[in-house]
């Protein structure tokens, strides 16, 4: 049958495939960094190049940032679109790394062969698993398996300003049946998944200020206030002792799991004291009445990511600083509304506020939920064809942090994502010697062909 | 009468006395700082000759820091020591200042005629007053008014690390039976006051440390422990909602106004809105119970001078850090112990943390609060000599900040500290385009030719 031809073709064609991939990784495609402009262009030149070598008639498209690249190839029964990035993460600090990070090399390891270097894993060896099954399909049957559209990103790693606008502009270009997303990891690096729930976003930028400079404590302390307490208070204030948030109406929109859901997750043995133990952690922090799957995926979060105020230098200034400032942001579930509960974390802020103290806003990202049909036929059959070529069964789960493409997707084209990737815990994404195993890359790539036989 | 002579000498050889202080201004003695170090040395080669001048004989002690200064003048009657300080602070930022800060100026303004420059005020200025004093009192009487020693310091800006070490070695040679001491204010910039009290201080650093690395927010948010949540509950438990700070056994040691001080206190009139307006505020924030003056004077206080951890930079990142960091002080009165409450504290926030945490207190300084007997009738003499001299009753007030010298003096001496400055609130110490004023520099000299007179 068809599909055992293509699978063999991957395996015999692994080798030429880790060098299309290492000149891909070759270019350092930093996109938050305009000293690597030219370099993400010359990525999206290399894809451009790569794509038309398989039939698919792609083209580089201008942004004001760095450019899209969008490819099509014609061709009956379903329209897919594969969605992944070319840009990858700064590499510093550099002295952490083992080798020259955009010198990629196979290494052997105790866990076994990985794919070392920056992009390896986010996403250039992704985004190659999938354009090396279509290769193989065209070289064993002529032809790719349906119509096909490949948009690739080249800022995912620096906000992705152009990426909404583009999609507007090209709604009609880039609507599909379904969006093939490769960007994410396997579950505890062993089960194939498809995320099915990202949690959504919702950041904000907090300073209070007291006395309208920075004062001597000696002269002041105990007169004048001082807003790294009042802030401490806030902060203080947003969980209760079971560690629910007390923003009022914060719980509005959080959907309780379905049964089917919970008992599925249940099923997966999630072994949190493994989760917790990598960072030399024990005990679940979240809300006291929930399981440590649901506390990552399925329930909403409060976390202060950064504060600051008065002296933090070396030694001791006894300073009463005039200002001090945090920054918070919020892990949203279900129909949680990101705008309400600014508001009401506004609201409660200033409602807070001794005399004498005044508050400033600013706000940052705020992205809803994205939760996903997974009850949609066509995600039972790449479940199946996953569970298939990793001889594991596959399981849908949720995912703590967030992919905002998925979200636009559903939003602007009106396309149902179907997140499945390869990536693994310890692939030591945004760090120093991230890898991916060739594990991932060959069964990736094995994995992609047969969903494409099992959708088309 | 002999004072009056010496009152006219001071008022006819003003212009005299201006040049001397303005040839001190000039080195540029920021004790800080390495690039000045010739510059102190310098400044401390121009005080030796000075008081040489005058028949006091001064050497340059070396230290392992920058030198001390000392000069004894033998005489009849009591022994009294005088201390200053020659350095000054960084000057930066140098862009604030109107004029360079080491080419002082006298200028007019809306206020009356001020010496600007860096060391007018702290406390080159203030230690010229005393050292111009004696001098007019040499070049009228023919002779010093008693036994003086002058010691003066050239680390007073940057810790004075050789302080301790040097009195504790030269003890009978610094031993006095008063020392005076100028470099604190007057009251409300009009009121001369004698400083019977002073703050002590203890200084601690908190580290809570989490998970063992910064964490991704998205995977771990919601399960894994928040360290900067952990340290804002702490500081916000350090005080109760009276204002009453809750370490255990904190107010031990604390007394109570007595009803004299207390009284005179009341007769100052502290203007404690108009304290407040200066620096955009208007409610008294300490403890509830306490009248504005007591809050900055004789009330212990817990402020946090600085708070940091997590993503501080522009934008937004989703760090789950690692750990959250504050420097926090107390400052202390009457006998309040600064270790058993550093122990008390250490305690109270172990025993708070939650599962997972842990904390590493780094000590930084300690020092007990320096309170005076202003029952010794030489303050009286003191205090009669400078109401004479201004035209206006002094006060014994306290002070917020710390002058550790003053406990040095009695803890290593056994020598009572008469602390007498003539600095004004808007003297801009430590900042740019610091200042002193005329009528402080002159009626200063008179005001310490009087207190000779009172005192010999």
Redesign the interface.
């Known amino acids: 049958m068809s599909l055992t031809a293509v699978l063999s073709r991957i395996d015999a064609d692994v080798p030429q495939a880790l060098d299309r991939l290492f000149e891909l990784l070759r270019i350092p495609s930093i996109s938050t960094d305009p000293a690597f402009r030219t370099a993400c262009d010359r990525a999206a030149d290399w894809l451009v190049k790569d794509l038309e070598s398989i039939g698919i008639a792609a083209e580089k498209r201008v942004t004001p940032g760095h450019p899209m690249v969008v490819g099509h190839a014609d061709g009956s029964g379903p329209h897919l679109l594969f969605y992944g990035h070319y840009d990858v993460q700064p590499v510093d600090p550099l002295e952490l790394w083992d080798n020259d990070p955009f010198d990629p090399k196979l290494e052997d390891t105790a866990k076994g062969r990985v794919l070392r270097g920056r992009g390896t894993a986010d996403d250039k060896g992704q985004l190659m698993t999938f354009i090396e099954a279509c290769r193989a399909w065209k070289a064993e049957q002529g032809t790719l398996p349906c119509k096909i559209t490949i948009f690739l990103e080249g800022e995912e790693e620096s906000g992705s300003p152009s990426l909404v606008p583009f999609m507007e502009a090209h709604k009609d270009e880039l609507r599909a049946d379904l969006a093939l997303i490769c960007d994410t990891a396997m579950f505890e690096s062993k089960t194939p998944a498809i995320v099915t729930m990202l949690?959504g976003?919702l950041?904000e930028?907090i300073t209070i200020t007291?006395?309208?400079?920075d004062?001597?404590?000696?002269?002041?302390?105990?007169?004048?206030?001082?807003p790294?307490?009042v802030?401490?208070?806030i902060?203080?204030?947003?969980?209760d002792e079971t560690g629910r948030v007390t923003i009022p109406g914060f719980y509005d929109g959080v959907p309780e799991l379905s049964d089917q859901m919970q008992a599925q997750w249940d099923a997966l043995g999630f072994d949190?004291a493994a989760?917790?133990r990598d960072?030399?952690?024990?005990?679940?922090?979240?809300?006291q009445d929930r399981t440590?799957l649901e506390?990552?995926w399925s329930?909403p979060?409060c976390?202060?990511?950064?504060?600051?105020?008065?002296?933090?230098g070396e030694?001791?200034?006894?300073?009463?600083?005039a200002q001090?400032?945090?920054?918070i942001?919020f892990?949203l579930v279900g129909d949680q509304d990101p705008l309400k509960i600014r508001e009401a974390l506004r609201g409660m802020i200033t409602k807070m506020l001794?005399?004498?103290c005044s508050v400033a806003f600013t706000a940052?990202?705020a992205s809803k939920a994205c939760v996903i049909d997974a009850d949609d036929p066509r995600f039972e059959k790449a479940l199946q064809a996953l569970s298939e070529e990793w001889q594991v069964p596959a399981a849908y789960i949720g995912?703590?942090?967030?992919i905002p493409v998925a979200g636009y997707f559903q939003d602007i084209l009106g396309t149902t994502p179907l997140l499945i990737g390869f990536g693994k815990d310890d692939d030591a994404l945004h760090s120093p010697n991230e890898k991916y195993d060739l594990e991932s890359f060959h069964k990736g790539m094995r994995s992609w062909a047969r969903i494409l036989a099992a959708l088309t």
């Open positions: 949690r976003m950041q930028e007291g006395p309208d400079k004062l001597h404590s000696g002269y002041y302390g105990g007169i004048a206030i001082n790294i307490r802030l401490s208070q902060i203080a204030t947003l969980h949190h989760f917790l960072v030399d952690l024990s005990v679940p922090a979240g809300e440590p506390m990552t329930r979060t976390e202060v990511n950064g504060i600051w105020g008065g002296y933090t030694g001791f200034k006894t300073v009463l600083p001090a400032h945090a920054k942001s892990r001794p005399a004498d940052h990202g995912g703590g942090g967030s």
